[in-house]
């Protein structure tokens, strides 16, 4: 594995810096003074790998979407059939890195600031596209078109429904909590799909 030059390496520092002064400091507080202490670096030395805190904070918050898909591609790696892969999805985004404090605090931030920012809305945009795509291209194998659009909207917003309780609320004592709601509700929502279909099929015969 090829080593990181000294750039990337900052830029990496300064990223897992700005997460934890998020968590303790809050957004509007996590100043790039802060943030380059927290990385035992110069501020003027921040700016020579950041224009300013919002690309600062911008390049936060890829990076931790860059650390989910890479978690779906690791579980899609495993799952055979579209009704797991579309189980992986799901797993991955309630995965446990998914409940770790500090991430809890820099996604809350992007929500909380996504309308006063169009960077930021537009990677919280960029997520949501993603999710949403990924669940259709599995789901399409199993139901209608117009069925898996719907079921798709259904799950993300169960993702982001209990995410955003246990990101105000504390983390589950079981991970595995959201991870069964998720599945219990693709599996009956298929199950309902499929049941439409066959009665559809018995009054047409």
């Known amino acids: 594995m090829p080593k990181l030059g000294m750039g990337p390496i ?18 509007a507080n996590a100043t790039v003074v802060r943030i380059a202490e ?3 670096i110069s501020a003027g030395l921040v700016h020579h790998y950041f224009h300013n ?48 404090e500090q991430v809890f605090s820099a996604w809350l931030a992007l929500y909380g600031n996504a309308r006063q920012s169009d960077r930021l809305r537009n990677i919280l945009s960029v997520y949501h596209r993603r999710l949403r795509s990924s669940l259709v291209h ?8 117009s069925e ?42 298929l199950e309902r799909s499929f049941n439409r279909g066959r009665t559809g099929l018995d009054m047409a015969s």
């Open 10 to 27: 900052r830029r990496q520092q300064l990223v897992e810096a700005a997460i934890a002064v998020i968590h303790e400091r809050g957004f």
């Open 38 to 40: 927290r990385a035992g």
């Open 53 to 100: 805190k919002d690309d600062l904070l911008f390049a936060t918050m890829r990076h931790l979407l860059a650390e989910l898909r890479t978690d779906v591609v690791a579980r899609l790696s495993h799952a055979s059939g579209p009704h797991q892969r579309v189980c992986a999805i799901i797993d991955a985004c309630f995965g446990d890195e998914q409940f770790d």
């Open 138 to 145: 599995e789901l399409r194998s199993l139901v209608p078109k």
């Open 148 to 189: 898996a659009l719907r079921l798709a909207e259904g799950i993300g917003a169960m993702i982001d429904g209990l995410w955003l309780r246990y990101a105000l609320t504390g983390k589950p004592n079981d991970p595995e909590t959201p991870r069964a709601l998720t599945r219990d509700y693709l599996t009956a929502s």
